[in-house]
């Protein structure tokens, strides 16, 4: 898979493609049945296919503090290694910024869409608007389509049980701690990935050392104490983990961090990747009355990791 930012760039590798855009947060069922969508009309034209991947999310952008915008089921690392896996042959990373949502619709299509990209065919929801103040949509897409020789194309729409799959809904149930829905609805268990970090060496004082994560994200999904697995390449090992802020001992920037306290284990991490992966909620995160009540909570929360995670290989 070819990642690119400069859609001149791709005009020197190709001539045309099928694509479709968006932001993709979650690469979730509904997103992977656009995807095969896109595989199999890219091989009835005999093209690539492309995905224009929006970066950061516009809500992001425009947001005045995190707590205006939606939280992240993935950043743009995970997106990629997912969207790869699907096997899609190009990616190009589309930059929110100034100049974009100044872009008249019209310029959009023709900048990006037909002299950027040469599109052939383009698969977009019917609910899509794009350009200045979200001045285009689906119709002004069609009639340009014909102006410039492109077909334009409905996503298909995935529901279960009636409801349309998207990414807030993904949001509403994790949140409410629903890691089985969740998981069918991805397609995959819910995990956040990322390198080990030095801490402050607190977990370690209080005899419960620590995996330091930095979510990267303006606003994470979920908040609390949960039963997790962290994978080590082919290895899985019950952790302990705390996603929030520390209501107890902060973070000086007041940022968000993922702790992971893997069970028995006593190797260095740091600079390594792991793969914190989560499946059942202990309790909310909570301000404790000094270090020690803490680490008597923390004591009975691994205590119920073992028993909720009895089983996991080690």
Same mark, same amino acid.
């Given at each position: 898979?070819?990642?690119?930012?400069?859609?001149?760039?791709?005009?020197?590798? !190709?001539?045309?493609c099928?694509?479709? *855009?968006?932001?993709?947060?979650?690469?979730? /069922? +509904?997103?992977?049945?656009?995807?095969?969508q896109l595989k199999q009309k890219a091989e009835q034209f005999s093209l690539p296919s492309l995905v224009i991947l929006i970066e950061p999310h516009p809500e992001e952008f425009f947001a005045a503090s995190a707590d205006d915008c939606p939280a992240r089921l993935t950043v743009v690392s995970e997106k990629l290694e997912l969207l790869e896996s699907f096997g899609i042959d190009y990616v190009f990373q589309?930059?929110?910024?100034?100049?974009?949502? !100044?872009?008249?619709?019209?310029?959009? *299509?023709k900048d990006i869409l037909v002299n950027g /990209? +040469?599109?052939?065919?383009?698969?977009?929801?019917?609910?899509?608007?794009?350009?200045?103040?979200?001045?285009?949509d689906f119709s002004l897409l069609r009639q340009r389509g014909e102006e410039y020789g492109f077909e334009v194309v409905e996503t298909a729409a995935y529901e279960r049980n009636g409801l349309r799959i998207s990414s807030t809904y993904i949001r509403e149930e994790l949140a409410k701690a629903n890691f089985d829905l969740v998981e069918q609805l991805l397609g995959r268990a819910f995990s956040i990935k990322g390198e080990v970090v030095q801490g402050q060496?607190?977990?370690?004082?209080?005899?419960?050392?620590?995996?330091n994560i930095n979510p990267q994200r303006q606003k994470i999904p979920l908040v609390g104490?949960?039963?997790c697995e962290v994978r080590l390449g082919d290895r899985f090992h019950p952790a302990a983990v705390n996603i929030g802020y520390r209501p107890t001992i902060s973070n000086a920037d007041g940022s968000a961090l993922l702790e992971a306290h893997i069970l028995d284990f006593n190797e260095d991490l740091y600079g390594k990747t792991i793969e914190v992966i989560f499946r059942k909620k202990i309790r909310d995160e909570v301000k404790f009355d000094g270090l020690e009540?803490?680490?008597?909570?923390?004591?009975?929360?691994?205590?119920?990791?073992?028993?909720?995670?009895?089983?996991?290989?080690?």
């Open positions: 898979m070819i990642i690119f930012e400069d859609p001149n760039r791709f005009s020197q590798l !190709q001539q045309s099928v694509a479709t *855009i968006g932001k993709f947060d979650g690469v979730h /069922l +509904g997103h992977q049945l656009i995807l095969d589309l930059k929110f910024n100034r100049e974009l949502s !100044q872009l008249c619709a019209d310029d959009y *299509i /990209l +040469g599109i052939a065919s383009f698969i977009v929801g019917n609910d899509f608007r794009f350009g200045h103040k979200r001045g285009g060496q607190l977990g370690t004082g209080l005899g419960f050392p620590t995996c104490v949960y039963a009540a803490l680490k008597q909570q923390i004591a009975a929360d691994v205590d119920q990791v073992r028993e909720l995670l009895n089983g996991v290989s080690q």
